[in-house]
């Protein structure tokens, strides 16, 4: 099973809408409500498409399949990083983060921060970032907690 990384582009955006659905839905709900899920996958699809153009993104394919994404800031915030929910543990989110990693040491970066759920934060452990602290975020009136997370570079 070969992981290709490739670019972002635009006609990649409906796949990677329903992949971050099915996947929060699949995975984030064994430590998220049925209603805090239903928050964070209200997305506007035109706000999503906008900024995975404005950042740099990623792809990632198994035998031409989109199997997971990831995007980072210019700045060095690392927005987004899902994989597809049956490819999980299979090395995609760590092949995704080697290119985000790569990005931002090109970018001349010294660290990445990101905002981390409650179900990715051991696997950004993983990855060598640290915890900053845990925060609650609302949306639309519905708290999720998650971590303030960081990587030096």
Known sequence: MRITIR???SADTPALIQLFKEAVNAINIRHYSPEQIAVWTNIDTDRFQKKLEKNIAFIAEIDSRI???ADITHEGYLDRLYVHK???A???ALSLFKAIEKAARELGLTKITTDCSITAKV???RMGFVTIKEQTVMRHGVPLVNYVMEKKL
């Open 90 to 92: 299979r090395w995609v």
């Open 67 to 69: 199997v997971g994404f």
């Open 86 to 88: 049956d490819y999980q």
């Open 7 to 9: 670019p972002f582009t």
């Open 123 to 125: 696997p950004a452990e």
